[in-house]
């Protein structure tokens, strides 16, 4: 478990940043025209019982880019709402009554600093009443611990050269871990980057691609082809040697008779 004090100190560290540095406000938008958006496509509507949790950072005002995310997932049919970082715990037994109810569908956490801080004991919680996770998105943490081993998908978005920290795996983590590294990324930074347009863009399709409906159920194999008559005439006999079909390393698996083809997921650069 992650002691109180270091959640302590990330407090500091943030009330510091308050008062030494500007990056709270946008002073690229203060000193430079506002250059025309390009229209934003239709909202997509997905139907799913997937829900999403997201939490603010320091003293619950800092953090406003999460009520940003939540509207926009709500708009395309999630169930999401936001909380305070201070209210992790009631997050947690929330996501445990709704799985005593029979709720099976995906879960999502996403935290922006001391937000992004509580989801280490969120899902550790999670893991002790054997819940899943199937994605946590981090938004700059102010700490660096292991992911518990419940958690199936981590995206970590953080800044080397602010407070942001990397999220580790534990010794035998299974799941995908992705640190993103902006640092290079001078147009945000630790009170902002969690308003992003461009970092909502990520998340969204993340999720989109990992955490929309249930578990992924494996796929049927291939049917067996029926005998036909012009295969029987043509069979060779079973004194001759069948001819082996060449095969190289490089040759493409067979695609899945039946099965759907997804449209390729588009990724925002950053």
């Known amino acids: 478990m992650i002691v109180s004090y270091r ?26 025209p506002s250059a025309a958006k390009p229209a934003r496509a239709a909202t997509v509507k997905v ?3 997937t829900r999403v949790y997201l939490l603010r950072g320091l003293l619950n ?26 209210g992790w715990l009631t997050v947690a037994n929330k996501i445990a009554e709704d799985r005593k109810r029979g709720h099976n569908g995906a879960v999502v956490l996403i935290g922006h600093s001391l937000g992004a801080d509580v989801l280490f004991q969120l899902t550790e919680r999670l893991e002790k009443d054997d819940i899943p996770v199937r994605l ?16 199936e998908h981590v995206l970590n978005l953080y800044q080397l050269n602010g407070f942001g920290r990397k999220v580790t795996a534990p010794k035998g983590y299974k799941g995908e871990l992705v640190n993103m590294d902006l640092s290079g ?58 001819a082996a ?11 899945t008779p039946g099965a759907p083809l997804a449209p390729p997921l588009q990724v925002p650069r950053i």
Not at 61 to 86: C, I, K, P, W
Not at 245 to 255: F, G, K, L, Q
């Open 245 to 255: 079909a060449p095969t190289t390393a490089a040759s493409p698996p067979a695609a």
């Open 185 to 242: 990324d001078q147009s945000i930074g630790h009170g902002n980057i969690d308003k992003s347009e461009k970092l909502h863009d990520l998340v969204v399709a993340k999720i989109m691609k990992v955490a929309v409906g249930p578990a992924p159920r494996k796929r049927p194999g291939p049917a067996k082809p029926k005998p036909t008559a012009a295969s029987s005439q043509s069979a060779p006999s079973a004194t001759s040697a069948p």
């Open 61 to 86: 005002v800092f953090s406003l880019g999460m009520d940003t995310l939540q509207e926009r997932l709500s708009s395309m049919g999630f169930e999401a709402e936001v909380h305070n970082h201070n």
């Open 136 to 151: 946590a998105v981090f938004f700059d943490p102010t700490i660096s611990h292991d992911i518990s081993k419940n958690v």
């Open 7 to 32: 959640v302590a100190l990330s407090t500091i560290m943030a009330l510091a940043l308050l008062a030494v540095s500007p990056l709270w406000a946008d002073a690229n938008a203060q000193t430079k």
């Open 47 to 49: 139907k799913t019982d």
